[in-house]
């Protein structure tokens, strides 16, 4: 919908459509979510995501058959179960909706602070609602001439990074008059990105009656393969851990990367986090603590993957006091550093 500013061009004629004022649009993008947890919501957004080549590689003839046939007659019940366990049953959305909101309003309050009507900010989703098409169309009609495209991972990889651009672009392929766009690089080694995970897990072990003995650094896995043929998120991964033990001051005896979300017959990045985690137990650690740096919100994958499935695995193996540091969902010093990488990607366009 055209706002109130909106207006005929200069010496137009009087049938001439109203034209809105320019101005730029600042859209984030997260992975996505179903609208429900019941079986044919489940059903759409899995068939949705898990149909997407960036994330399942497989030719097409192989792999459609068996996901449409096999593994969504089955997995909507127990992914549907999964996200039960978590949903925000008050809003009946899912925690990544809840928090991507959260997240959106924040960072619009501070852009519409420092940079007035100039922007417009929103959010969509590469799966399920809002699509990125819909709010494409929207800003466009909004009068955003020119749209910065900012996909919430830290880190990049094609399964997530990419295909949220993949949708961006294919979005700007539908519209008359294409804005100008530009999108956000991966904020991975970001200082403020740095700095506001520092002080999550300072202010996560300020709260416990103890110091852990390890700090488990879980990210979201891949393929190994994905790895091999040149995808740059397992180095990214890496550095990121780094730099957070850097800045907390630590030694490499307190702090591990892992990866979850093992999906499928291959092998993916290791160490695997539910495997790792048992093997700490055993080893006579305890007492570890648990961070997802790769997820911008909390989501399935940390309420219910890390803060249940991988929380057994440890307890299972006879570890005794397992603590999960949320994601920095819309954390003060989160919003500050996404804002300040949008200020830095918005240079002479405001």
Same mark, same amino acid.
């Not at 001439?16 to 059903?43: C, E, F, Q």
């Not at 996200?83 to 959305?93: D, Q, R, T, V």
């Not at 985690?277 to 006579?284: F, I, M, N, P, S």
């Not at 397992?322 to 003060?332: K, Q, V, W």
């Given at each position: 919908?055209?706002?109130?500013?909106?207006?005929?061009?200069?010496?137009?004629?009087?049938?001439?459509?109203?034209?809105?004022?320019?101005?730029? @649009?600042?859209?984030?993008?997260?992975?996505?979510?179903? =609208?429900?947890?019941? !079986? $044919?919501?489940?059903?759409?957004?899995?068939?949705?995501?898990?149909?997407?080549?960036?994330?399942?590689?497989?030719?097409?003839?192989?792999?459609?058959?068996?996901?449409?046939? %096999?593994?969504?007659?089955?997995?909507?019940?127990?992914?549907?179960?999964?996200?039960?366990?978590?949903?925000?049953?008050?809003?009946?959305?899912?925690?990544?909706?809840?928090?991507?909101?959260?997240?959106?309003?924040?960072?619009?309050?501070? &852009?519409?602070?420092?940079?007035?009507?100039?922007?417009?900010? =929103?959010?969509?989703?590469?799966? @399920?609602?809002?699509?990125?098409?819909?709010?494409?169309?929207?800003?466009?009609?909004?009068?955003?001439?020119?749209?910065?495209?900012?996909?919430?991972?830290?880190?990049?990889?094609?399964?997530?990074?990419?295909?949220?651009?993949?949708?961006?672009?294919?979005?700007? &392929?539908?519209?008359? $008059?294409?804005?100008?766009?530009?999108?956000?690089?991966?904020?991975?080694?970001?200082?403020?990105?740095?700095?506001?995970?520092?002080?999550?897990?300072?202010?996560?072990?300020?709260?416990?009656?103890?110091?852990?003995? &390890?700090?488990?650094?879980?990210?979201?896995?891949?393929?190994?393969?994905?790895?091999?043929?040149?995808?740059?998120?397992?180095?990214?991964?890496?550095?990121?851990?780094?730099?957070?033990?850097?800045?907390?001051?630590?030694?490499?005896?307190?702090?591990?990367?892992?990866?979850?979300?093992?999906?499928?017959?291959?092998?993916?990045?290791?160490? !695997?986090?539910?495997?790792?985690?048992?093997?700490?137990?055993?080893?006579?650690?305890?007492?570890?603590?648990? %961070?997802?740096?790769?997820?911008?919100?909390?989501?399935?994958?940390?309420?219910?993957?890390?803060?249940?499935?991988?929380?057994?695995?440890?307890?299972?193996?006879?570890?005794?006091?397992?603590?999960?540091?949320?994601?920095?969902?819309?954390?003060?010093?989160? %919003?500050?550093?996404?804002?300040?990488?949008?200020?830095?990607?918005?240079?002479?366009?405001?």
């Amino acid at each position: 919908m055209l706002d109130d500013t909106a207006s005929r061009p200069v010496h137009a004629p009087a049938d001439h459509p109203k034209v809105a004022a320019p101005k730029v @649009g600042i859209l984030l993008a997260n992975l996505g979510t179903p =609208d429900h947890y019941s !079986y $044919w919501p489940m059903r759409r957004y899995l068939s949705e995501f898990l149909s997407d080549q960036r994330v399942i590689d497989y030719p097409k003839w192989k792999w459609q058959p068996l996901l449409q046939t %096999i593994i969504l007659t089955k997995r909507p019940f127990s992914s549907g179960r999964n996200y039960k366990s978590i949903w925000n049953e008050e809003l009946n959305e899912s925690p990544l909706m809840t928090i991507t909101k959260q997240q959106s309003a924040a960072i619009a309050a501070r &852009m519409q602070a420092q940079y007035g009507d100039q922007v417009m900010v =929103d959010y969509c989703m590469r799966y @399920g609602n809002p699509s990125t098409q819909s709010k494409v169309d929207a800003m466009v009609k909004a009068g955003c001439r020119k749209i910065l495209f900012f996909p919430l991972y830290p880190q990049y990889a094609g399964a997530t990074s990419a295909t949220a651009n993949d949708q961006f672009f294919r979005a700007l &392929m539908d519209q008359s $008059w294409q804005p100008t766009a530009r999108v956000v690089d991966p904020y991975f080694e970001h200082p403020q990105y740095i700095e506001a995970l520092a002080q999550s897990v300072e202010r996560g072990y300020a709260a416990l009656p103890e110091k852990p003995d &390890m700090l488990v650094v879980s990210y979201h896995g891949m393929p190994k393969r994905y790895l091999m043929q040149g995808d740059p998120y397992h180095c990214q991964c890496q550095k990121t851990t780094r730099l957070l033990r850097e800045r907390l001051g630590w030694d490499e005896t307190q702090i591990t990367t892992t990866f979850q979300s093992v999906f499928g017959p291959e092998e993916w990045l290791k160490p !695997y986090t539910v495997d790792h985690v048992a093997e700490l137990a055993k080893q006579g650690k305890k007492n570890i603590a648990v %961070i997802a740096p790769a997820f911008s919100a909390d989501c399935i994958e940390t309420l219910e993957e890390i803060n249940e499935e991988i929380r057994e695995s440890f307890e299972h193996a006879g570890g005794q006091r397992f603590s999960y540091i949320p994601c920095l969902n819309d954390d003060g010093a989160h %919003i500050d550093a996404l804002c300040t990488v949008i200020s830095e990607n918005l240079g002479g366009w405001v």
